[in-house]
Every structure is written in C-alpha cells, then in structure tokens.
C-alpha cells in the first residue's frame, strides 16, 4: 500500500521557520518526481514546488528564496524547508508523488501527481 505521510507542520509566528517531511512508503519512488502542494481555507491547492527523479527543481514565486526542498532519495523522503514565514503562507501543506520519469520539474503540477499524502497544518501568526 502506496503511502505518503508529512509531518513537521504546526503553529509558528512570523519571520519564523519550520521544516516539513514527507516520508513515502509502499513502493520505490526513485524514479517518481515529488512535490509540495498547499490549501489555505477556501482557496484552491496550489503547487509550491518539486523535485524531478533526476534532481532537477521548480518552486513558486511566492516562495522562491524563502523556501527549500530537498529529497533523500535513498530514505524515499521529501523536505521542505520554509524560513521568513508569512501569515499568508498558513494552510494545509500536502506532499505528493508523481511524473514518472519526467525530467522538467515544472511539469510535476497538479494533474501530474498520482498519490498524495494527507497533509500537515502550518499557521502562521501575525
């Protein structure tokens, strides 16, 4: 059984930083890319970054130079590493998997995704 579980989220003021896991189970993912998605209440998921099987990466501008995502590929894990966070960055923060074998991180959006993890709550106070 395919599983994908964050942790790390939680309550953290702003300017403030908080590193994010995925660890992903079930099957190999080495040659899978993998992602981070949010949701804040009532607005739609949207795509914050990901890492091709090869390596290669795309972040949103939202959170380009704040944000990091790293990937043991051995451990099949994915991290995010979130720093000057901002109230508007709260939401439920999703790890996903998916595009096989594609080399463009920029492809790895949404529809591309094939298993999703259940997500982790990050709030950030003002």
């Known amino acids: 059984q395919v599983q994908l579980v964050e942790s790390g989220g939680g309550l953290v003021q702003a300017g403030g930083s908080l590193r994010l896991s995925c660890a992903a189970s079930?099957?190999?993912?080495?040659?899978?890319?993998m992602g981070w998605f949010r949701q804040a209440p009532g607005k739609e998921r949207e795509f914050v970054g990901a890492?091709?099987?090869?390596?290669?990466?795309y972040s949103a501008d939202s959170v380009k130079g704040r944000f990091t995502i790293s990937r043991d590929y051995a451990k099949n894990t994915l991290f995010l590493q979130m720093n000057s966070l901002k109230p508007e960055d709260t939401a439920v923060y999703y790890c996903?998997?998916?595009?096989?074998?594609?080399?463009?991180?920029?492809?790895?959006?949404?529809?591309?995704?094939?298993?999703w993890g259940k997500g982790t709550l990050v709030t950030v106070s003002s």
């Open positions: 996903a998997a998916g595009g096989e074998y594609d080399s463009d991180a920029r492809g790895l959006g949404y529809h591309a995704m094939e298993y």
């Open positions: 079930g099957r190999t993912f080495s040659y899978y890319g």
């Open positions: 890492v091709t099987w090869s390596g290669g990466q």
